[in-house]
């Protein structure tokens, strides 16, 4: 089968053995794929991504070829009695091109059109945003597997719909490919807040903000650092909604996103130092700023700084992405395992070991291991000649929760994210509710301790108090500390007890 003299040459040449190199392995790996179930996200990069870019390259050098040849040809450097570039289908030669060519371009534009859908879906995947640059990726991506969006992919928060928001965050997405292969990426990485898709774009597709949300009960187990690991149980009544369903979201903690009320605040680009605040009641278009006047004196935050709307992403701010911190997964793990919570002093061996930061992951585990088992064979070596067996698989049981919650090559731990719900390790509500925020009037973004929820019950587990749940306990501090959890942000003592 004879082709155009057009086509003899080498950059022609070169364009066929890549693009049938290409598409062979293309093929190779399809069959990998699909008949032997190889489920790789690298496999897939090279299938859907790697090995058609590298098809279409060789389909682009083989006409340039073609057309380099034929100009040599038509100047006569190599004068033939034949007719350049006529489409005479009588000749062979052109009619076997012609039908080479149309093969191939019927096949590749249906391929196309498979391909790039599979390209879509794949880029658009889980396993390409959170396993292929796993060295960076890890923390979030494991962190993702433990959430309560586990089934939401990243695109569907990180993405979400439309062309503009697709187009952009591809070339995000090369950006950061770039950095990856350069090894250029900061640790830990920076927390996309300013150009993250608005909430009400991602978050309201799924949450139908109007939906009322009733109080939920919310009962925690701690652990205190003595001997005995003194459980104390808190249970909080939460006010997310108003008293009453019927009432929708006029009053509680999702009054905030009521459609009639508008909350714009002034911050810092981290957002965790909030020092103005504007309420608008939309009805009736009456406005009510809110300043600390202390922090508002500061230079670096200046006046200048433009308001943002609140919205979910101003509490709800780890959706999916929650590092918790030390002494929050060994109460858990206390709570979860009463083995562990009757080993003498393991909270407090726990938190002296969790407290260091560590420069890589093995370290962290060798280390964690040393300084709990040295801890007793030091101070209670009696315990750890009779219990020693238990405080070693208590230990793997920490060090797992260790790796779901810190990455120390990414420098990524609790406090390198602030969480903006609560108030016990970061500001979070306290950040507008710390009775500092004053209105014209004198109002005040108020701190009361049953705003937000009502303590229904309190105590050490052997003498809980209870009271019924339309009821409200004082608070009372699990170690006498005095009224300093009055006067004092929780968080300012709370974020560095175990530092
Ligand atoms: C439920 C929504 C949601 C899903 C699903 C989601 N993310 Fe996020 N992600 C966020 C939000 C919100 C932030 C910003 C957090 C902040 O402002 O503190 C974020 C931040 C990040 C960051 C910046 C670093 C950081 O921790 O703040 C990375 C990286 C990231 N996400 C990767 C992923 C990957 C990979 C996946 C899928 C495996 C994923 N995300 C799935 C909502 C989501
Ligand atoms: C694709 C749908 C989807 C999107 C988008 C989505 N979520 Fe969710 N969300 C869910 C599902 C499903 C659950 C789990 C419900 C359950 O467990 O009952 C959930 C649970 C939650 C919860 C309850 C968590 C808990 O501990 O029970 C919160 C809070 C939440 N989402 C906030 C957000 C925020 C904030 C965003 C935007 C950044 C968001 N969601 C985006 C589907 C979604
Ligand atoms: C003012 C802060 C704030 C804002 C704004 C906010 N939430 Fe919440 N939300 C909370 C708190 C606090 C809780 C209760 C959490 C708890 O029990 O620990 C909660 C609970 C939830 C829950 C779980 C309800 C349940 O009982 O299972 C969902 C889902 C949720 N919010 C979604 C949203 C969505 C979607 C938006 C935006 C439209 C939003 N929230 C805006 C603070 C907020
Ligand atoms: C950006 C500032 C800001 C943040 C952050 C904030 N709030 Fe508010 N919140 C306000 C303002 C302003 C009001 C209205 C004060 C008033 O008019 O008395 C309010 C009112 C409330 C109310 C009373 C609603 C009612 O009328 O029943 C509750 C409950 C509440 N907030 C809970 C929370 C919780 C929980 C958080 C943290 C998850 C939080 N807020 C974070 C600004 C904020
Ligand atoms: C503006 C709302 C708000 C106010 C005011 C508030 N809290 Fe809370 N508090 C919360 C939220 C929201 C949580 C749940 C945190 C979470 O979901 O992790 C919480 C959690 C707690 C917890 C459980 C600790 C934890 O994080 O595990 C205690 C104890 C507590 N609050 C006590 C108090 C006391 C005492 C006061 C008064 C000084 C107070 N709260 C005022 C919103 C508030
Ligand atoms: C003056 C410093 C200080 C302030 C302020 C403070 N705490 Fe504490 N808190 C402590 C100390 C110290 C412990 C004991 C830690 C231990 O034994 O592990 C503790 C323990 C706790 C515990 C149980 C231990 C655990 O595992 O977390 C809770 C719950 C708690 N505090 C809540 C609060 C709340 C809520 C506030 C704010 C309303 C607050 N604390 C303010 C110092 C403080």
Not at 264 to 271: E, S, V
Not at 446 to 475: E, M, P, R, W
Request: with cysteine.
């Amino acid at each position: 089968m004879k082709l155009p003299r057009s086509f003899y040459n080498y950059t022609s040449y070169l364009g066929t053995i890549i693009s049938v190199i290409a598409w062979a392995t293309l093929l190779f790996f399809v069959v990998l794929i699909y008949f032997f179930g190889i489920d790789n996200v690298y496999f897939d990069l090279y299938t859907f991504i790697v090995t058609p870019a590298f098809i279409v390259l060789g389909l682009i050098i083989i006409p340039f070829g073609m057309y380099r040849k034929n100009k040599k040809l038509k100047e006569g450097i190599q004068v033939s009695n034949e007719k350049l570039l006529i489409l005479n289908l009588r000749d062979s030669k052109t009619r076997n091109a012609l039908l080479i060519f149309s093969t191939i371009s019927i096949f590749f534009i249906i391929s196309t059109i498979v391909g790039s859908y599979k390209a879509f879906h794949y880029t658009e995947s889980v396993e390409f945003c959170g396993k292929l640059c796993h060295k960076v990726m890890t923390p979030e991506y494991v962190a993702y597997q433990n959430s309560p969006h586990a089934r939401v992919t990243c695109a569907e928060c990180h993405v979400g719909e439309g062309a503009d928001f697709y187009v952009k965050s591809k070339m995000s997405g090369m950006r950061q490919v770039y950095k990856y292969t350069m090894g250029t990426w900061p640790t830990p990485i920076e927390t996309p807040i300013q150009n993250l898709r608005p909430a009400r774009e991602t978050c309201e597709k799924c949450h139908w903000p109007q939906k009322f949300y009733t109080n939920s009960l919310r009962s925690e187990k701690y652990f205190l650092a003595d001997s005995a690991n003194t459980e104390w149980d808190i249970v909080l009544n939460m006010r997310v909604g108003a008293n009453h369903q019927a009432l929708g979201l006029t009053g509680g903690i999702h009054w905030h996103i009521n459609p009639d009320v508008q909350i714009d605040y002034k911050a810092n680009t981290k957002r965790d130092t909030i020092y103005w605040v504007k309420i608008t009641n939309k009805k009736t278009g009456v406005e009510t700023v809110y300043k600390d006047d202390e922090l508002v004196a500061k230079p670096e935050l200046s006046a200048k700084m433009e308001a943002r709307g609140m919205d979910c992403m101003d509490c709800h701010n780890r959706p999916s992405h929650e590092f918790r911190s030390p002494s929050k997964y060994v109460n858990e793990l206390l709570a979860g395992q009463n083995k562990i919570a009757g080993i003498p002093w393991f909270k407090s061996a726990a938190m002296e070991a969790l407290k260091l930061p560590y420069s890589t992951t093995d370290s962290a585990k060798t280390e964690i291991k040393n300084k709990i088992v040295k801890f007793y064979q030091e101070k209670y070596p009696d315990l750890y000649k009779k219990s020693g067996k238990e405080i070693l698989l208590a230990i793997n049981d920490v060090e797992t929760e260790y790796l779901k919650n810190a990455f120390p090559e990414m420098k990524v731990t609790y406090s390198a994210y602030p969480r903006h719900i609560g108030h016990l390790e970061t500001n979070g509500c306290f950040r507008c509710h710390n009775n500092k925020f004053k209105s014209p009037s004198g109002k005040v973004i108020s701190k009361d301790c049953n705003l937000c929820h009502t303590i229904v019950a309190q105590g050490k587990s052997d003498s809980i108090k209870y009271i019924g749940i339309n009821g409200a306990l004082g608070f009372i501090h699990p170690i006498d500390i005095g009224d300093a959890w009055k006067e004092t942000n929780c968080m300012e003592c709370h974020n560095q007890l175990y530092q």
